[in-house]
């Protein structure tokens, strides 16, 4: 499944557990969404939200690792002494934080969310 977000000149398309992650981000950076936009039920997200959530996403893109901290992870459990171990690490039982979960490719949708904020509001379908 995937969000997409539909401002004036362009459309954002995000998959939906990266959805999740940068809202999550955003709030721990310090926004404070006005509405329940987890679920994409066309809300609309004014032009001064969207310049929010775009601020607090990109006081947090430092801090976005450039390396999938996911794949590196699986790599460091699926070999212990060359060996490999019984649990997969992404078999969805792994909790990753949203630093984590927008790391390598994730950190793409963040800059494409940060671009739609900076264009003014949108629409999440």
Do not use: N
Request: hydrophobic share 45%; proline share 8%; with cysteine.
């Amino acid at each position: 499944m995937r969000i997409d977000l539909v401002g004036i000149s362009q459309t954002v398309c995000i998959p939906a557990p990266f959805w999740t992650a940068i809202l999550a981000l955003a709030q721990i950076a310090g926004w404070e969404p006005r509405g329940d936009y987890f679920q994409p039920a066309g809300q609309v997200v004014s032009r001064e939200e969207a310049r929010a959530l775009g601020q607090a996403l990109e006081a947090a893109l430092p801090f976005i690792p450039d390396v999938d901290v996911r794949l590196a992870r699986t790599v460091e459990h699926c070999t212990e002494l060359g060996q490999p171990i019984a649990r997969p690490a992404l078999d969805g039982g792994e909790v990753f934080t949203p630093l984590e979960a927008l790391s390598g490719p994730g950190k793409a949708h963040v800059r494409a969310v940060i671009e739609i904020c900076r264009a003014g509001g949108f629409r999440i379908t």
